[in-house]
């Protein structure tokens, strides 16, 4: 199977979605030292069972119910860090696995971003007979690429971004040629620059908030949006997080002065927007962001940003964390199912967007809302903040 592009329809209509209306996961017990940096979908203890490895807590064993006394198939997941991204990634990776009957031995890794830890996991999946491995993030599949390419284990990448514009693939016709299967967190901007020209046409400004740190986002999200708006005369305000000490006050203090600056080109400050890339330090600021933002529409990058309640962007057009990771558990079962070879599978991209709209934000800015995104939108909540489409399925909501 050479997948290169899969709809968000065919990923949903698998396994059942693992986020609640409220759009976050529900978290299990946190009575163990490992769940400060590991969480999952509560619901997922039916299936698995989770335990920390002997005298190290940043080791999670999970294995199938039912299969504790069989061996099933050994996979490594390897962090970087603990993120909330990288919950729901793992809950939706569990959840499909699960559905697609695979009883497996997991490992899962939480290196730390110390390289030397990361070549330890990498030793020990060596000698254990490990079948897969899966990079989550950025962090750890550029280590894996530089450390592992070639490797006699398969890697599966998810809660990646782009790997054609960070240099690691040379385009999404073909696959990689080696031992890795490679998906992506972005779409095209050329689309998702699209939609946003829906909303605001005649756009003036756009604020875009990333962190410095996070090499990935601002090579495949900050600056191909920067790029774009340029070559239209659209101005461009940087606002790059620097000091992830301060996260917050740097963000208040440089939307602030992004709103000064938008109105010297646009008074009502009605062409103008923030975009918020898919770093996790900048868009759990949100709420800091909307303070400062005042009337000016804060979009993002990643649809997880919006939520239920007031502490939400506006709208989101991207690839939620949830849909790469199904197209990436859909890769890693048909490698471990030995349906396909990792070097022949192109680029995993979902299509069309995943769209995102909190109709309570959008009314407190007077933000419009075009009628053939609001159709589009596969997550809706509405102009009482609840939740009332997640994942393209309608929410009742009881009083």
């Not at 030292?33 to 039916?46: G, M, P, Q, S």
């Not at 759990?284 to 007031?310: C, Q």
Request: proline residues 4%; hydrophobic residues 45%; charged residues 20%.
């Amino acid at each position: 199977m050479n997948r290169m592009r899969i709809s968000r329809r065919d990923i949903l209509a698998g396994a059942g979605a693992v986020t609640l209306a409220n759009g976050r996961v529900a978290l299990a017990r946190e009575d163990s030292a490992y769940t400060r940096w590991f969480k999952y979908n509560a619901d997922l203890e039916r299936s698995w069972s989770f335990g920390e490895a002997k005298d190290d807590p940043n080791i999670v064993n999970i294995r199938a119910l039912g299969f504790e006394s069989q061996q099933g198939a050994k996979v490594q997941i390897l962090y970087p860090r603990a993120s909330s991204a990288y919950d729901t990634a793992i809950s939706k990776l569990l959840d499909v696995f699960d559905d697609k009957g695979l009883r497996l031995d997991i490992e899962v890794v939480n290196y730390m971003g110390d390289p030397g830890l990361a070549k330890l996991a990498l030793k020990r999946a060596e000698k254990s007979g490990t079948s897969l491995m899966m990079a989550m993030g950025s962090e750890s599949t550029a280590w894996l690429w530089q450390a592992y390419r070639g490797g006699a284990i398969p890697v599966v990448t998810v809660c990646s971004k782009d790997p054609v514009s960070l240099g690691q693939i040379r385009n999404y016709d073909s696959g990689s040629g080696s031992n890795f299967a490679f998906t992506s967190l972005n779409m095209p901007i050329e689309a998702q620059m699209a939609y946003v020209l829906q909303v605001k046409p005649l756009m003036k400004n756009i604020g875009v908030l990333v962190d410095s740190n996070n090499i990935s986002a601002v090579e495949t999200q900050a600056k191909p949006v920067a790029d774009y708006a340029n070559a239209r005369g659209i101005r461009v305000l940087q606002l790059a997080v620097k000091d992830p000490k301060n996260v917050r006050e740097e963000i208040e203090r440089m939307v602030r002065q992004s709103v000064a600056a938008m109105q010297r080109t646009d008074p009502t400050l009605s062409n103008s927007v923030f975009w918020i890339t898919g770093s996790t330090s900048v868009f759990d600021e949100i709420g800091a962001i909307n303070r400062e933002a005042g009337n000016v529409p804060v979009l993002s990058v990643v649809p997880e940003v919006v939520r239920a309640g007031d502490d939400s962007a506006a709208m989101s057009i991207g690839v939620s964390f949830e849909s790469n990771a199904h197209l990436a558990a859909i890769y890693a079962a048909d490698l471990l199912q030995k349906k396909a070879r990792a070097g022949d599978l192109h680029v995993g991209l979902v299509s069309p967007p995943d769209i995102a709209i909190n109709f309570r934000r959008a009314k407190a800015i007077g933000l419009r809302v075009p009628f053939n995104i609001f159709e589009s939108a596969s997550t809706i909540y509405s102009y009482d903040g609840r939740a009332s489409r997640i994942n393209g399925v309608s929410v009742i909501n009881k009083t």
